[in-house]
């Protein structure tokens, strides 16, 4: 496979007169802006943030007149406070939309879960009713209890009728059961309304996965078309040690870049894991027409096609992800 060579980060700072190191501030890369378009899931109500309401639906009243708008994504919102979100809606509109992803109530038994759906259904539908002009549910999260006794087929039927796409989350010792089960339904009711969720984090060590984890869900979700998003832990653009959980967090870039990268070239969990694990900014480079890791590389046209599968991650920031960005001067 010829490869073109591999360009720093800053490059792009140094062809226009700057230095590694000096605040210019180019256009992002096609390639970058590929593989992040609306991929920051806003989740300011969850920690470590952990926002009041009203202060984290402010905040992402301004992201969506920010000139980085475009790597932001839905607002994740509980069921339960979309009551409480509706005096606060009024800092949105016509041209600047509040697109939600709505979090159903975790059950921890099967015996609820049905009718926890099925009342999250009616205030979805409720909400897209009253606040159609300036919000709307775009997709939901749903976490899965441990030990369900009903049949996936029969749980995802209470959300028919919404007609967005869903997230079910599972443990990743669950993931690869869980994401076949996502396929046959999706074969068998011709929709492409269901997806997989991946916690990849958390405010302590033990939440985060290892790389192999994480790799092996990827694949699965790639090897079955089954659409994926993840939440928690994807604070930096490059896996790091982090002093405040005493673990090493997973990167973005790592995650989406390994999504990507294994869709295009048909990686096995190995190789995937080998990217998750990178911990090193200048392995990665990004021009308007290809995204490179080491040795590997993909189209900004591609990455584009394989986005659909590599969708979005929670982040209770928007701000610190553009902020690590820009210190690797690619924003």
């Known amino acids: 496979m010829q490869l073109r060579s591999r360009q720093p980060l800053c490059k792009r ?9 000096i605040d210019v501030k180019p256009m992002p890369a096609a390639s970058l802006r590929a ?11 969850f920690p470590p943030a952990s926002l009041d309401l009203a202060p984290a639906l402010q905040n992402h009243s301004a992201y969506v007149r920010d000139p980085d708008v475009w790597m932001l994504g839905a607002f994740v919102l509980p069921v339960a406070k979309f009551s409480d979100a509706a005096p606060h809606l009024g800092a949105f509109d016509v041209e600047h939309r509040l697109r939600v992803s709505a979090l159903g109530a975790k059950t921890d038994h099967a015996s609820g879960f049905q009718a926890s759906l099925e009342a999250a259904a009616d ?3 409720q909400f897209n009713r009253e606040h159609s002009a300036y919000a709307a549910v775009t997709q939901i999260e749903v976490a899965l209890p441990a030990h369900p006794e009903a049949r996936l087929s029969e749980m995802t039927q209470a959300l028919a009728d919404v007609q967005v796409p869903t997230f079910w989350e599972a443990a990743p010792d669950d993931a690869e059961q869980t994401i076949a089960s996502l396929a046959e339904r999706r074969a068998a009711t011709d929709s492409d309304l269901f997806a997989y969720k991946l916690r990849t ?16 869900v990827v694949v699965a979700a790639i090897e079955h078309r089954v659409p994926i998003k993840f939440t928690a832990g994807l604070h930096h653009p490059v896996r790091q040690f982090h002093s405040s959980v005493q673990a090493k967090m997973h990167g973005f870039l790592n995650v989406f870049g390994a999504g990507v990268l294994a869709a295009e070239h048909k ?4 190789q995937t894991a080998r990217m998750l694990e990178d911990e090193s900014a200048t392995s990665f480079a990004f021009d ?3 995204f490179s890791w080491n040795e590997w590389q993909i189209a900004t046209e591609r990455i584009l096609q394989h986005r659909q599968l590599v969708t979005s991650f929670g982040s209770c920031s928007f701000d610190e992800p553009r902020e690590d960005l820009r210190a690797l001067n690619l924003l």
Do not use: H, K, M
């Not at 593989?35 to 109500?45: F, K, P, T, V």
């Not at 984090?201 to 092996?216: D, E, K, L, N, T």
């Open 13 to 21: 700072n140094v062809d226009e007169g700057g230095a590694c190191g």
């Open 35 to 45: 593989l992040l378009e609306r991929s920051i899931d806003y989740a300011g109500l």
């Open 123 to 125: 205030a979805i539908q």
């Open 201 to 216: 984090g958390g405010v302590i060590a033990s939440a985060f996965p290892s790389a192999i984890q994480i790799a092996r």
């Open 267 to 270: 990686w096995d969990v190995q």
């Open 288 to 290: 308007d027409e290809t």
